[in-house]
């Protein structure tokens, strides 16, 4: 925030000054709370209150700050930190692939974006980037676009819930429960699920999932248009929507801003285009744009990108489809890396068969040492660092790995799009009504998980 530098501050009136006559601005922090001695100082009619921090109508525990003339608001700040997990400190203190089971908890919205772009980025430190099979490229592609479209529902339905829209909630987590379905079959869990590992993915596909995604597919789709009737030309929602929260492409690309928000003012800029990873060159999309830079754009904008989503998604399941009776692998080969990828359930249900078991231990000795040294230990990556970035739900997710060469990351930094698009808070709130700041909020779909890691 802003503000210019009063005169007690100044040793004269001409350092108040720069050379060419005009204000000296100054960027400065500090406690919040003595706003309200400034507020006061005024004389005006202008009150403090604090939106949160509290779940619902804020998306997690975020807390903001907001000054108020009546009802406009005239400050306004993001206070963060109270969902604060510690992930990437804790990551240091666990092997690579262990490391999975803690970052798909920080978006806990999109998990298996956090989980890919993390095993991206160690695969590249192993310099296996090549050698990941493709069917296992291909299965990281059918999930992250599901989950995507479950993260959109998300926001549409909690979107439409702080504005008093229940249907558009009921409609929009009955859809996400079809993709949960989906997950649940293929992981075992409807979120964190630590599927996608550094080599490839913890299993294939179970037998049947693909018809059961090609079912889903088309009731998914239908219930996408029924939120669209809801919520394209709704009067209400224009009326609450169009003009509100604006950010034009300046702001956007001086604040950080990626995702819906950014192409929300005409610039088709998604990292599935401009950068391919697991193969995304290779199927046939479109990156929806706008250029209202309000929150009604980057609403439409969703809606698109889940169609787009169910198109990925189509494809890929025609690829493994294809493939299915090939047996391709789905882990890549080197047994010093490889975690053992083809799990069964033991009749109790619970851990791998024992013809599973049976497998490793009458291997030979040898084969059963490395197994226990690699669960256990884990593997080894060579010294270095690298940045890997993806495109999540809400916009650019990068990853920064350092190794030194053991077992354990050295340093494990994420760049969450959430927390670098809640900078845009003040820019889309001030000077508006208090009640557009929860639709400003929500159009931005933060997630404080990712925002606090």
């Known amino acids: ?258 995702g819906p928000m950014l192409r929300a003012t005409g610039l088709p800029h998604d990292l599935r285009k401009s950068n391919p990873y697991c193969g995304y060159e290779n199927y046939e999309f479109d990156v929806p744009v706008r250029d209202t830079c309000d929150a009604y754009g980057r609403l439409r904008i969703r809606i698109d990108e889940m169609y787009e989503s169910l198109k990925i998604a189509e494809q890929a399941a025609a690829k493994l489809q294809g493939a299915q009776s090939s047996k391709s692998p789905v882990m890549v080969e080197d047994k010093k890396i490889a975690w053992p990828a083809q799990l069964a359930i033991g009749s109790d249900g619970v851990g791998n068969s024992l013809d599973h078991i049976r497998e490793i231990m009458g291997t030979s000795m040898e084969s059963l040492i490395h197994h226990f040294k690699l669960v256990t230990e884990g593997f080894r990556v060579p010294p270095g660092q690298v940045h890997v970035a993806i495109e999540s739900p809400k916009g650019e997710l990068g990853v920064h790995l350092v190794s030194d060469g053991g077992t354990r990351p050295y340093r494990a930094h994420f760049r969450d799009p959430s927390f670098n698009n809640l900078q845009a808070t003040a820019a889309i709130c001030e000077g508006g009504q208090i009640g557009d700041v929860i639709v400003a909020v929500a159009s931005i779909d933060p997630v404080m998980g990712g925002v606090d890691r």
């Open 1 to 258: 925030m802003t503000r210019q530098t009063p005169d007690i501050y100044a040793t004269s009136a001409a350092d108040a000054k720069d050379a060419e006559g005009a204000h000296v601005y100054n960027a400065i922090g500090g406690d919040w709370d003595t706003i309200v001695d400034e507020a006061s100082a005024l004389h005006e009619e202008r009150i403090v209150v604090n939106m949160g921090p509290q779940h619902p109508s804020t998306h997690g525990v975020l807390r903001l700050i907001l000054e108020l003339e009546g009802e406009t608001v005239t400050e306004a700040r993001a206070g963060i930190g109270y969902l604060h997990t510690g992930i990437e400190k804790n990551m240091e203190f666990r092997n690579w692939t262990q490391g999975v089971t803690f970052c798909t908890r920080m978006d806990y919205l999109a998990p298996l974006f956090n989980e890919t772009a993390y095993c991206l980025a160690v695969e590249k430190l192993l310099g296996i980037t090549d050698q990941i099979p493709e069917r296992a490229s291909t299965i990281r592609v059918l999930m992250m676009e599901f989950n995507r479209v479950a993260s959109h529902l998300v926001a549409l339905a909690t979107g439409g819930m702080e504005m008093g829209a229940t249907t558009i909630m009921t409609i929009g987590f009955r859809e996400r429960e079809r993709i949960l379905a989906i997950f649940e079959m293929i992981t075992g869990l409807r979120m964190n699920h630590a599927y996608i590992r550094p080599g490839g993915v913890a299993q294939d596909l179970p037998r049947g999932a693909i018809d059961k995604i090609r079912d889903a597919i088309p009731l998914i789709r239908r219930g996408l248009g029924e939120l669209e009737l809801l919520l394209n030309e709704n009067p209400l929602v224009k009326g609450r929507m169009v003009n509100v929260g604006y950010l034009d492409l300046t702001a956007c690309m001086a604040l950080g801003i990626t």
